[in-house]
């Protein structure tokens, strides 16, 4: 399956934007999806995961109540909606499938992976 990730931008604190990841070469609703994020000097780390159908989700502490993630396994696209954003959410969000079931954290865990789109947020 091939990932297109885009939505970033710069936005200020406060602010909101919403990620999309657009699917493409593969079954869409056998994957589960995940956002992961990538701040300069940083390892990456997870932000967020939706399952096949969309029924459970998932979120890093960090993001709780301010991100929001869904799925349209008709347009074959996950979203990212965040909102009260933060310096510190400054990173390269990348978007993953994996077909292995579970709450999964971890990069080594999902198989595929679309590119970043950056997301800035000045203070």
């Known amino acids: 399956v091939q990932l297109q990730a885009s939505g970033g931008g710069l936005v200020q604190a406060g602010g909101s934007l919403r990620l999309s990841c657009a699917s493409s070469?593969?079954?869409?609703?056998?994957?589960?999806l995940a956002w992961f994020r990538q701040a300069p000097g940083k390892e990456r780390e997870f932000v967020s995961q939706?399952?096949?159908?969309?029924?459970?989700?998932y979120y890093a502490d960090s993001v709780k109540g301010r991100f929001t993630i869904s799925r349209d396994n008709d347009k074959n696209t996950v979203y990212l909606q965040m909102n009260s954003l933060k310096p510190e959410d400054t990173a390269d969000y990348y978007c993953?499938?994996?077909?292995?079931?579970?709450?999964?954290?971890?990069?080594?865990?999902?198989?595929?992976w679309g590119q970043g789109t950056q997301v800035t947020v000045s203070s």
């Open positions: 939706i399952s096949w159908s969309g029924g459970l989700t």
């Open positions: 993953a499938a994996t077909r292995t079931a579970g709450y999964l954290t971890s990069p080594r865990t999902h198989n595929y």
């Open positions: 070469g593969g079954t869409f609703r056998n994957y589960q």
